[in-house]
């Protein structure tokens, strides 16, 4: 754990940014009042656990154990795709 985040680093995605979390490291993380700092190979970003697990997409895949298949949340992390020069473009256009 990193400050007041969780650190989770994947290094392939299941496709284009789109990732798999255990429900037991979101539930950890809504349990310390944390976020989520996942990286992966196109960038970082920052996630809120109880948005990963509202918007997600609930799973249930085997890996070891036949019986007992682990859970899991899928969701898209949220890259930044915007330069802060282009963001403080668009808030002027707004709200200036």
Same mark, same amino acid.
């Given at each position: 754990?990193?400050? /007041?985040?969780?650190?989770?680093?994947?290094?392939?995605?299941?496709? !284009? /940014?789109?990732?798999?979390?255990?429900? =037991?490291? %979101?539930? !950890?993380?809504? @349990?310390?009042?944390? %976020?989520?700092?996942?990286?992966?190979?196109?960038? #970082?970003?920052?996630?809120?656990?109880?948005?990963?697990?509202? #918007?997600? $997409?609930? $799973?249930?895949?085997?890996?070891?154990?036949? /019986?007992?298949?682990?859970? %899991?949340?899928?969701?898209?992390?949220?890259?930044? $795709? @915007?330069?802060? !020069?282009?963001?403080?473009?668009?808030? =002027? @256009?707004?709200? %200036?």
């Amino acid at each position: 754990m990193e400050g /007041n985040a969780i650190h989770i680093k994947i290094n392939k995605p299941l496709y !284009d /940014n789109y990732v798999n979390i255990r429900t =037991s490291i %979101l539930y !950890d993380a809504i @349990k310390k009042g944390v %976020l989520l700092k996942i990286e992966i190979p196109q960038g #970082t970003a920052y996630a809120c656990p109880k948005w990963w697990i509202k #918007t997600g $997409t609930p $799973t249930e895949k085997v890996f070891k154990i036949p /019986n007992k298949p682990m859970k %899991l949340v899928g969701n898209y992390v949220p890259l930044k $795709t @915007k330069t802060e !020069d282009e963001e403080m473009e668009e808030f =002027s @256009k707004f709200c %200036l």
